[in-house]
C-alpha cells in the first residue's frame, strides 16, 4: 500500500493533475452559466417554432385557396383546407396563449396538432415533419405527459439531472478519454524519461508492484476527474437550477420499436461503457510506456489503437460481432440508443477481458524492464 | 564480501562500453571511482545496481546477485537529483523511503538532522537549491544505514561548504564501518576521502592505480625567501622553490623533518607549513595527458 499510496500522491499533487481538475470544473460552471443565460432564449425558441408553425400552415392555406379558385370543384382541396383549418386554429390559440410553465396544456395541444397534422399528410398535404418524426414526437410528448416531468431543451438545460446528462454525454463522447490521456497519459513514460525510476528501482519493491501502483492511481485519478465534474455539475444546478427527474423519458430504439429509458439509467450505463473503455486505455497506456519509455510517442501510439479502432468499426463494425469489439465502446451513444438485436454492454466484458490480457502482458514486461537507454 | 564484479562486459548497440571490469572490496572502505565523461562510470555503478543489464560477467554485492531486490535493504545508490519529484516535499521522499524499507519513523528526524536539512523538509523539491537536493539524496540513500553506499557524482556543482558538510557525513560513515564507492571528478575532494582510487579508461579499470600514487606535498615560507636556493644548494634535499620562493616538496622522497632541520641549521625561522595531498590529481594528469590536451 505504500507504494500505492506514493504512486497517487505523486499524481494527484502534481500541478498538471491540479490544473486539469481546475479546469474541468471550471469548464462546468461555464457551461452551465452558458445555459442558464440562455433560458430566455430556450422559450424564445420554443415561441419561433410555433411561430415558424403557424406560417407554413398559412403558406399551406394560400396555396389551398390558390387552388381552389382554379378548380373551385376540387373536393381534395376542400378536404386539405378544412384540414388545414383544424390544424391552424389552436396553433393560434398556442402562440397567443403560451405560457412555458403551462408546458402540459402545451404538449397536450401540440399532439393534436401533431395527430391532425399527420392526417393531414396522409390526404397528401405537405409538412416539413416526416411521419416518423411526427410519431415520435407525439409517443415522447404522451410519455412527458404520462410520467408528469416537463420537457427540458436538450442543449441548454439547467435541471439538474438533465445538466448531468449533458455533462456524462461530454464525458461521453471524447471527454472522459481526454482527460486519461491528460492525468494518466504520462504516469510511467515520465518515470523514465525523467529518471525517476531509478529511486524506485534502487529501492526493495517489486516491479509488478510498482506497475500496479500505477494503475490503481491512473484509475482513481479517473474517477476522481469523473467525480470533479459530476459533483460540479450536480452542484451548480442543485443550487442555482432546476429539480428535474431522472425519471426523464429518453427515446431509443429497441428490436426495431420504440421503447423509453429513464434519463438516471441511461447516464449510469454510458459512464460504466466509458470507464471500462477508460480501464482499456489505461492497460494500453501502461503497456506501451514500457516498450516505448517516451510520453509523446505513448500518446500517440494510444490514439493511433483508438483511431484505427474506430475506422475499422465505422467501416466494419457491421461485419464485427460486437462481443469481440472492444472500440464498439467508442460509439457510446449508438451503444445505447440503437439496441436493435443487442444489447448495451455486449461489448464490456471482451473490453475487460483485453484489458486484463494488456495488464498481464504488462506485468511480464515490467520484471525485465531496466533504465532507459 | 562486500564488491564482487568479475568479467563485466556491458555493450550499447556496437560500442563496447565496460571492457572486462574485475573488482573485489572485501573490507569496509572508501573507493573513489574516477575517470573522463564517457569512460563508463555511471554504467558500472547502473551495472551494479541492476538499473543496466549487461552481457557477460558477475555481479555481487554483499554477497548476493544483485539482481536480488532485498539487496536494496543494506546497500544504496545516491544518483543524478533528477531522480526526485519536484511536486513532493522531502519529507514525502523520505517517508516513502522509510516506509519502503520498513524502518521506524523517527529515523527521518534522525537522518535530517544529520544532513541539516530538518528545515526544508515541508518544501517541495522543485524549490530546493542543488545543494539542498544533494543533501536530500544523502540523507534518503542513508536513511536504511547501509552497508554499502554508491554514490554517482554527489559532489557536482555543490558550493564549498555543502561539498565539506558532505564530505564530512561521509568520512563519519565511513568510520561506522559503511562502504563508500564515490564516483567524482572532484580530484581534490577525492584526495581529502580516499587513497583509494579506481581509474576508468575507455570502459577500462586501470588496476595499476590503486594506492601507490597518492602523496602529500608540503610547501614551506620562511622569513629570509632570498636566502633559500643557496640554503637548498648547499644540502642534498629534493626540493624546488616556487614562484613565490616557497620551498615544496613531496614527503615520499624527502621527510619533512630532514628540511626542518637544514633550514633551522641555517638560521631561518619557519612562517608557514601547508600540506596538500595531490595523488589523485597528478595521477589523473598521467593518466589522462591525452583526454586534457584534447
Same mark, same amino acid.
Given at each position: 500500500?505504500?507504494?500505492?499510496?506514493?504512486?497517487?500522491?505523486?499524481?494527484?499533487?502534481?500541478?498538471?493533475?491540479?490544473?486539469?481538475?481546475?479546469?474541468?470544473?471550471?469548464?462546468?460552471?461555464?457551461?452551465?452559466?452558458?445555459?442558464?443565460?440562455?433560458?430566455a432564449?430556450?422559450?424564445?425558441?420554443?415561441?419561433?417554432?410555433?411561430?415558424?408553425?403557424?406560417?407554413?400552415?398559412?403558406?399551406?392555406?394560400?396555396?389551398?385557396?390558390?387552388?381552389?379558385?382554379?378548380?373551385?370543384?376540387?373536393?381534395?382541396q376542400?378536404?386539405?383546407?378544412?384540414?388545414?383549418?383544424?390544424?391552424?386554429?389552436?396553433?393560434?390559440?398556442?402562440?397567443?396563449?403560451f405560457?412555458?410553465?403551462?408546458?402540459?396544456?402545451?404538449?397536450?395541444?401540440?399532439?393534436?396538432?401533431?395527430? @391532425? @397534422?399527420?392526417?393531414?399528410?396522409?390526404?397528401?398535404?405537405?409538412?416539413?415533419?416526416?411521419?416518423?418524426?411526427?410519431?415520435?414526437?407525439i409517443?415522447?410528448?404522451?410519455?412527458?405527459?404520462?410520467?408528469?416531468?416537463?420537457?427540458?431543451?436538450?442543449?441548454?438545460?439547467?435541471?439538474?439531472?438533465?445538466?448531468?446528462?449533458?455533462?456524462?454525454s461530454?464525458?461521453?463522447?471524447?471527454?472522459?478519454?481526454?482527460?486519461?490521456?491528460?492525468?494518466?497519459?504520462d504516469?510511467?513514460?515520465?518515470?523514465?524519461?525523467?529518471?525517476?525510476?531509478?529511486?524506485?528501482?534502487?529501492?526493495?519493491?517489486?516491479?509488478?508492484?510498482?506497475?500496479?501502483?500505477?494503475?490503481?492511481?491512473?484509475?482513481?485519478?479517473?474517477?476522481?476527474a469523473?467525480?470533479?465534474?459530476?459533483?460540479?455539475?450536480?452542484?451548480?444546478?442543485?443550487?442555482?437550477?432546476?429539480?428535474?427527474?431522472?425519471?426523464?423519458?429518453?427515446?431509443?430504439?429497441?428490436?426495431?420499436?420504440?421503447?423509453?429509458?429513464?434519463l438516471?439509467?441511461?447516464?449510469?450505463?454510458?459512464?460504466?461503457?466509458?470507464?471500462?473503455?477508460?480501464?482499456?486505455?489505461?492497460?494500453?497506456?501502461?503497456?506501451?510506456?514500457?516498450?516505448?519509455?517516451?510520453?509523446?510517442?505513448?500518446?500517440?501510439a494510444?490514439?493511433?489503437?483508438?483511431?484505427?479502432?474506430?475506422g475499422? @468499426?465505422?467501416?466494419?463494425?457491421?461485419?464485427?460481432?460486437?462481443?469481440?469489439?472492444?472500440?464498439?465502446?467508442?460509439? +457510446?451513444?449508438?451503444?445505447?440508443?440503437?439496441?436493435?438485436?443487442?444489447?448495451?454492454?455486449?461489448?464490456? +466484458?471482451?473490453?475487460?477481458?483485453?484489458?486484463?490480457?494488456?495488464?498481464?502482458?504488462?506485468?511480464?514486461?515490467?520484471?525485465?524492464?531496466?533504465?532507459?537507454? | 564480501?562486500?564488491?564482487?564484479?568479475?568479467?563485466?562486459?556491458?555493450?550499447?548497440?556496437?560500442?563496447?562500453?565496460?571492457?572486462?571490469?574485475?573488482?573485489?572490496?572485501?573490507?569496509?572502505?572508501?573507493?573513489?571511482?574516477?575517470?573522463?565523461?564517457?569512460s563508463?562510470?555511471?554504467?558500472?555503478?547502473?551495472?551494479?545496481?541492476?538499473?543496466?543489464?549487461?552481457?557477460?560477467?558477475?555481479?555481487?554485492?554483499?554477497?548476493?546477485?544483485?539482481?536480488?531486490?532485498?539487496?536494496?535493504?543494506?546497500?544504496?545508490?545516491l544518483?543524478?537529483?533528477?531522480?526526485?519529484?519536484?511536486?513532493?516535499?522531502?519529507?514525502?521522499?523520505?517517508?516513502?523511503?522509510?516506509?519502503?524499507?520498513?524502518?521506524?519513523?523517527?529515523?527521518?528526524r534522525?537522518?535530517?538532522?544529520?544532513?541539516?536539512?530538518?528545515?526544508?523538509?515541508?518544501?517541495?523539491?522543485?524549490?530546493?537549491?542543488?545543494?539542498?537536493?544533494?543533501?536530500?539524496?544523502?540523507?534518503?540513500?542513508?536513511?536504511?544505514e547501509?552497508?554499502?553506499?554508491?554514490?554517482?557524482?554527489?559532489?557536482?556543482?555543490?558550493?564549498?561548504?555543502?561539498?565539506i558538510?558532505?564530505?564530512?557525513?561521509?568520512?563519519?560513515?565511513?568510520?561506522?564501518?559503511?562502504?563508500?564507492?564515490?564516483?567524482?571528478?572532484?580530484?581534490?575532494?577525492?584526495?581529502?576521502?580516499?587513497?583509494?582510487?579506481?581509474?576508468?579508461?575507455?570502459?577500462?579499470?586501470?588496476?595499476?592505480?590503486?594506492?601507490?600514487?597518492?602523496?602529500?606535498?608540503?610547501?614551506?615560507?620562511?622569513?629570509?625567501?632570498?636566502?633559500?636556493?643557496?640554503?637548498?644548494?648547499?644540502?642534498?634535499?629534493?626540493?624546488?622553490?616556487?614562484?613565490?620562493?616557497?620551498?615544496?616538496?613531496?614527503?615520499?622522497?624527502?621527510?619533512?623533518?630532514?628540511?626542518?632541520?637544514?633550514?633551522?641549521?641555517?638560521?631561518?625561522?619557519?612562517?608557514?607549513?601547508?600540506?596538500?595531498?595531490?595523488?589523485?590529481?597528478?595521477?589523473?594528469?598521467?593518466?589522462?595527458?591525452?583526454?586534457?590536451?584534447?
Amino acid at each position: 500500500m505504500t507504494l500505492f499510496w506514493f504512486e497517487l500522491k505523486k499524481l494527484l499533487l502534481s500541478k498538471k493533475t491540479l490544473a486539469v481538475l481546475a479546469v474541468l470544473a471550471a469548464f462546468v460552471i461555464l457551461l452551465f452559466v452558458r445555459n442558464l443565460a440562455f433560458q430566455a432564449q430556450v422559450e424564445k425558441a420554443e415561441r419561433q417554432a410555433i411561430d415558424a408553425q403557424v406560417r407554413t400552415s398559412q403558406a399551406n392555406g394560400r396555396t389551398h385557396i390558390l387552388m381552389l379558385e382554379k378548380d373551385p370543384e376540387n373536393e381534395k382541396q376542400k378536404e386539405l383546407q378544412a384540414v388545414n383549418l383544424e390544424i391552424r386554429d389552436p396553433l393560434y390559440d398556442l402562440a397567443a396563449n403560451f405560457s412555458h410553465d403551462k408546458w402540459q396544456h402545451n404538449l397536450d395541444v401540440q399532439n393534436g396538432i401533431l395527430e @391532425t @397534422t399527420l392526417a393531414y399528410k396522409e390526404l397528401g398535404g405537405e409538412s416539413p415533419l416526416s411521419v416518423k418524426e411526427i410519431e415520435r414526437t407525439i409517443a415522447l410528448n404522451s410519455e412527458f405527459l404520462e410520467r408528469g416531468i416537463r420537457p427540458e431543451h436538450s442543449a441548454y438545460s439547467i435541471a439538474l439531472p438533465n445538466f448531468l446528462q449533458q455533462i456524462a454525454s461530454l464525458w461521453m463522447y471524447g471527454g472522459g478519454l481526454l482527460l486519461i490521456l491528460l492525468l494518466a497519459g504520462d504516469i510511467l513514460a515520465s518515470e523514465y524519461e525523467s529518471l525517476s525510476v531509478n529511486l524506485l528501482f534502487t529501492q526493495p519493491i517489486r516491479k509488478a508492484h510498482w506497475l500496479l501502483s500505477k494503475l490503481g492511481a491512473a484509475c482513481i485519478a479517473y474517477i476522481l476527474a469523473l467525480f470533479t465534474a459530476m459533483i460540479a455539475a450536480a452542484a451548480v444546478s442543485f443550487f442555482f437550477g432546476d429539480d428535474g427527474s431522472f425519471h426523464y423519458p429518453v427515446l431509443i430504439e429497441k428490436d426495431g420499436a420504440s421503447e423509453f429509458a429513464d434519463l438516471g439509467l441511461q447516464l449510469t450505463e454510458g459512464l460504466v461503457i466509458t470507464s471500462i473503455l477508460a480501464l482499456f486505455v489505461i492497460a494500453l497506456i501502461l503497456l506501451y510506456s514500457l516498450y516505448v519509455k517516451k510520453t509523446l510517442p505513448v500518446l500517440a501510439a494510444v490514439l493511433g489503437t483508438l483511431g484505427a479502432g474506430y475506422g475499422v @468499426t465505422k467501416l466494419f463494425g457491421g461485419f464485427i460481432p460486437g462481443w469481440i469489439n472492444p472500440f464498439l465502446n467508442l460509439f +457510446p451513444g449508438d451503444l445505447l440508443q440503437l439496441q436493435n438485436g443487442r444489447t448495451w454492454y455486449e461489448a464490456l +466484458p471482451v473490453t475487460l477481458v483485453i484489458a486484463i490480457v494488456l495488464l498481464m502482458v504488462a506485468v511480464r514486461e515490467v520484471r525485465k524492464s531496466r533504465l532507459a537507454s | 564480501m562486500i564488491i564482487q564484479v568479475e568479467n563485466l562486459h556491458k555493450h550499447y548497440k556496437k560500442q563496447h562500453v565496460l571492457k572486462g571490469i574485475d573488482m573485489t572490496v572485501d573490507e569496509p572502505q572508501i573507493i573513489a571511482l574516477v575517470g573522463p565523461n564517457g569512460s563508463g562510470k555511471t554504467t558500472l555503478l547502473n551495472c551494479m545496481t541492476n538499473l543496466l543489464p549487461f552481457q557477460e560477467g558477475k555481479i555481487e554485492l554483499l554477497g548476493k546477485k544483485n539482481t536480488d531486490i532485498s539487496l536494496f535493504k543494506e546497500v544504496s545508490y545516491l544518483q543524478d537529483n533528477r531522480i526526485l519529484y519536484g511536486d513532493l516535499t522531502g519529507y514525502d521522499h523520505l517517508k516513502f523511503v522509510c516506509s519502503i524499507q520498513q524502518l521506524p519513523a523517527d529515523r527521518i528526524r534522525q537522518v535530517t538532522d544529520r544532513v541539516g536539512m530538518t528545515a526544508y523538509m515541508k518544501k517541495r523539491v522543485r524549490n530546493y537549491s542543488l545543494g539542498m537536493k544533494q543533501h536530500l539524496l544523502l540523507a534518503m540513500a542513508i536513511l536504511n544505514e547501509p552497508k554499502l553506499l554508491l554514490l554517482d557524482e554527489p559532489l557536482n556543482g555543490l558550493d564549498p561548504s555543502s561539498a565539506i558538510t558532505m564530505r564530512n557525513i561521509l568520512l563519519e560513515l565511513h568510520a561506522e564501518g559503511t562502504t563508500i564507492f564515490i564516483s567524482s571528478h572532484n580530484l581534490d575532494e577525492i584526495d581529502r576521502l580516499t587513497n583509494t582510487i579506481y581509474f576508468m579508461k575507455d570502459g577500462a579499470l586501470l588496476k595499476e592505480s590503486l594506492q601507490d600514487f597518492s602523496r602529500s606535498e608540503y610547501t614551506i615560507t620562511v622569513d629570509k625567501p632570498d636566502r633559500i636556493t643557496a640554503v637548498l644548494a648547499a644540502t642534498d634535499l629534493s626540493c624546488t622553490v616556487n614562484e613565490d620562493r616557497q620551498i615544496e616538496f613531496l614527503e615520499t622522497e624527502t621527510p619533512l623533518q630532514d628540511v626542518l632541520d637544514q633550514l633551522k641549521a641555517a638560521g631561518l625561522t619557519i612562517l608557514r607549513i601547508d600540506n596538500r595531498k595531490i595523488g589523485a590529481e597528478r595521477r589523473y594528469q598521467e593518466l589522462f595527458a591525452e583526454e586534457s590536451l584534447r
